[in-house]
């Protein structure tokens, strides 16, 4: 199609830019020949979101790869959680190690999970400040060599030093993809799409997790560690054919640029001037030399940090990475008749198939309303598994209901992937202007780190003292919680621009 001045404009006429000229930049500004392709917008979250497949295969790969790295002896879903004395009425014995060089105790156990959140937490406070100094491509690409670096030494590793150092680095590179996926997956998004694009992170996820699942139940730790590998070199390879976020060329002045990556992305014959004007309309409504003190003292940027950080608080204290770390001992301490890597399995194939739901009802059922049903039904799964643990525990006999924690597991992790597991990352990109954004994402995320060491760790040390069926209570009432609150204090942000969430946030 032959470009014309009676029928196209530049995106950029006033700029003096020299690739403001650039014919791709020209808009069709005729009735019908307007129009925007998804397909790409759709490409390139796909690809940044490889790093929450890496990211959930670090998360599982302590569930198949510890009973096979460990020294022989028995050992309860306690003391695999913590180096506390256990007293689980089930105890599980471990099978041997493949490698007699590399035999963990239960203390280097709990280091080899827990180094994981420590090296997350450490890994999303940069984050944000590198984003917003080199952009978001350049700094998914610069995290992504932790990941393939912890991966060798993990692959590798002949002692448990070796493996501290992986889990630490691979957590490095886990909690910044937290932050600059959502991140960049909010800022190349069509409002009509947003919703449906954020929930890829978690989606994808899920897939590394079920992969851990599915491949560590075959083959030896080593080979599982080596194949997991080739997930970051792909993401590395991928993100070097994506553009830039317009979003952060347009905060660089780089106005030509910005409209040659929503080319890239909406397609050729989308209408580039009026989606720059739009994010330039938010660029000017937020301030250009915002501070980390704006976060506070800005109402909308407060309330925006404190929703956020809340319903990273209730993902976590729903008890979902205990569930995730100890899949297979859960099964075995509550006496399941099914195999523990079936169980495991079950439950990931579930994750998948409930969060791939998720995405698809996003946009139409709304944020609130998946959240509110997410925390009801799994404060009701949660407190029956207190029951049943009780009752286990007085010595009843529970045999003739073997099958219910299976079952109540299958709902909590329906429930959470539709729910609890995709939307506080969905909704962290949504409730930030461009100003604050790359630091209240990190905030927002280190805060989530926080929260999955605390309950990774205090897991099974609550499960001594206060037993089976108190923890299961605690997390139960922790989403009773969550339901009073998002009923109270959250408003659907489903086909909201930024700008009207921002209203909403600052109280006008």
């Known amino acids: 199609m032959v470009a014309t001045e009676d029928i196209k404009k530049t995106v950029s006429q006033e700029d003096t830019d ?30 940044v979101c490889l790093g929450a497949v890496a990211a959930g295969t670090a998360l599982a790969w302590t569930s198949p790869v510890l009973p096979q790295i460990s020294v022989r002896t028995p050992v309860n879903i306690t003391e695999i959680a913590t180096n506390s004395t256990g007293n689980a009425s089930s105890p599980i014995t471990q099978t041997a190690p493949h490698d007699d060089e590399l035999q963990l105790t239960v203390a280097q156990q709990t280091w080899v999970s827990s180094l994981l959140a420590i090296g997350a937490f450490l890994g999303a ?30 692959s590798f590793a002949k002692s448990a030093g070796w493996l501290y150092f992986g889990r630490f680095l691979i957590g490095i590179s886990t909690g910044s993809f937290c932050v600059v996926a959502p991140m960049y997956i909010s800022e190349i998004a069509e409002t009509s799409i947003r919703g449906t694009l954020g929930t890829l992170f978690q989606l994808l996820l899920t897939v590394g997790i079920l992969f851990i699942y599915i491949v560590g139940a075959m083959v030896s730790w080593s080979t599982l560690s080596i194949m997991c590998l080739f ?18 060329l347009l905060k660089k002045g780089r106005r030509a640029d910005a409209a040659l990556s929503l080319k890239w992305l909406w397609g050729r014959y989308c209408d580039s001037r009026s989606a720059i004007q739009v994010i330039q309309n938010d660029l000017d409504q937020a301030s250009a030399d915002a501070t980390f003190l704006d976060l506070f003292t800005n109402r909308g940027a407060r309330n925006g940090l404190i929703i956020s950080i809340l319903l990273m608080f209730f993902q976590q204290f729903s008890g979902i990475n205990a569930v995730i770390f100890y899949t297979e001992s859960i099964f075995k301490s509550a006496g399941s008749s099914l195999d523990a890597s079936i169980c495991s399995i079950i439950v990931g194939v579930v994750q998948v198939i409930m969060t791939l739901t998720s995405s698809l009802l996003i946009e139409r059922a709304g944020r609130k309303i998946l959240l509110l049903f997410s925390s009801t039904v799994m404060t009701i799964c949660l407190a029956i598994l207190g029951a049943y643990f009780d009752m286990k525990e007085s010595g009843k006999d529970v045999t003739h209901i073997g099958w219910l924690p299976l079952l109540c597991m299958v709902l909590f992790i ?95």
């Open 125 to 154: 406070l940069p984050t944000g400040y590198i984003a917003d100094t080199i952009g978001r491509r350049y700094t998914a690409l610069a995290m992504d060599v932790p990941f393939i670096l912890a991966w060798l030494s993990i």
């Open 414 to 508: 329906i429930t959470f992937s539709v729910g609890y597991g995709p939307i506080p990352w969905l909704m962290m990109g949504e409730l930030f202007l461009p100003d604050v954004r790359a630091t209240a994402v990190s905030l927002t995320v280190m805060a989530n780190w926080l929260c999955v060491f605390v309950v990774t760790k205090c897991f099974g040390i609550m499960i001594t003292d206060w037993g089976s069926d108190m923890t299961f209570w605690f997390f139960a009432g922790c989403m009773a919680v969550a339901t009073v609150y998002v009923a109270l204090a959250v408003v659907e942000t489903k086909g909201k621009t930024s700008s009207q969430i921002q209203t909403w946030l600052s109280g006008h």
């Open 18 to 47: 020299a690739a403001s000229r650039n014919p791709m930049l020209y808009d069709p500004l005729q009735d019908g020949v307007v129009k925007t392709s998804k397909t790409r917008q759709y490409i390139a979250a796909l690809v």
């Open 231 to 248: 997930v970051p070199i792909a993401l590395f390879v991928g993100m070097l054919m994506l553009p830039e976020t317009p979003v952060y």
